[in-house]
């Protein structure tokens, strides 16, 4: 194994659902902190009658702090409600609310929803606007609140892909092309939102004996995934190379019997661009979360080389 002492210095982001008690106490804390208490309202005011059939979750970072919190249920069998998103003031415009966006659009998604819907402040209208919602109309007010605008946003399967579906369709195409073997494990990437990448693979197309997720394939998962991720952000800065994997580290927590997927945020992506413009190769490291749906089972760290491309170099 190797160790890669510069990442202890990295946060890793997690999307968790919580379920012991204080998990959910920690939670609903973390809510009141950052959406009632500083208009004065008293402890208790964060909860609503949706609790017991919302879905919730938190991003937690790497000392297991919740740095967001965010809610979902849903109104009708199409129709998904989004509420109580939160990002710790100190950790804001980092991509935390759009990872939390994303996963509770996903939770969505797999209840069937094909439309999120949302009540915004004044205030956060920008960042549901960035993230593909548009107002409707003006919402109900809720006694003593402030206004609200309901926004909206169709939840299509491509929308996923949130920043550049140019790009991800390439990177879908040289996977296929260039490493067959992402046909056969059903790599696809999901979403990509410009500082986080995540990919989903098949889980029968990698089963092993035991009904659980053949390691090699997870390995696969989480290279491609890093690779990806390198490949998306030479594209952000205009720069062109080929990718290579140096190194690899994987350590498996739990096995994977649900739903594949790879995570990896920029927040873990080290090593530098400029380089790469003089024509250098350039050695970058990265992170990637393997989950099983939201159970984190394995965590990689990859070191890549980015070549400068022949015609450049
Ligand atoms: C709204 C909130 C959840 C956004 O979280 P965040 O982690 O800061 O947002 P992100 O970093 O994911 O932002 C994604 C994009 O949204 C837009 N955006 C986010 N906050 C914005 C702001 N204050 N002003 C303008 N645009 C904003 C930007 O386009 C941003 O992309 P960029 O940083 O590359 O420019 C956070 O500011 C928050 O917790 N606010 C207080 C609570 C709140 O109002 N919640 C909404 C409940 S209705």
Redesign the pocket.
């Known amino acids: 194994m190797n160790a890669f002492p510069q990442y202890k210095a990295n946060i890793l982001y997690k999307v968790v659902t919580p379920k012991s008690e204080a998990e959910l106490d920690a939670y609903y804390h973390f809510r009141w902190e ?2 009632r208490q500083p208009w004065n309202y008293p402890l208790g005011s964060e909860k609503d009658e949706y609790e017991q059939v919302s879905e919730h979750r938190m991003i937690t970072n790497g000392r297991g702090d919740i740095v967001a919190c965010g809610r979902v249920h849903l109104n009708t069998a199409e129709e998904a409600q989004i509420r109580h ?3 710790h003031p100190d950790q ?7 990872m939390m966006l994303a996963a509770l659009e996903s939770v969505a998604r797999d209840l069937g929803a094909d439309r999120a819907v ?1 009540n ?2 004044e ?2 209208m ?2 549901f606007s ?2 593909g919602f548009e107002v409707e109309r003006e919402a109900a007010s809720e006694l003593g609140m402030l206004k609200r605008q309901q926004m909206v946003k169709k939840l299509t399967a491509n929308n996923t892909l949130i920043l550049h579906p140019i790009w991800c369709d390439e990177l879908q195409k040289t996977w296929s092309e260039t490493i067959p073997i992402t046909e056969h494990m059903g790599i696809k990437l999901h979403q990509y939102s ?1 500082r986080t990448l995540e990919t989903r693979a098949s889980l029968n197309k990698n089963i092993n004996i035991h009904g659980t997720m053949f390691a090699g394939s997870i390995f696969s998962l989480a290279t491609l995934t890093g690779w990806g991720m390198l490949y998306l952000q030479l594209k952000e800065k205009t720069l062109s190379g080929d990718i290579v994997l140096g190194d690899g580290d994987i350590h498996y927590h739990k096995p994977i019997t649900m739903k594949p997927r790879a995570i990896c945020n920029i927040e873990t992506l080290s090593g530098k661009f400029k380089t790469l413009e003089t024509g250098t190769k350039s050695r970058f490291e990265l992170s990637v979360e393997i989950l099983d749906d939201d159970i984190p089972v394995a965590e990689f760290k990859g070191v890549y080389w980015v070549l400068p491309s022949k015609d450049e170099a």
């Open positions: 950052n959406l998103i939160a990002v804001q415009r980092k991509g935390l609310g759009q949302t915004s402040r205030i956060s920008d960042f960035a993230c410009g």
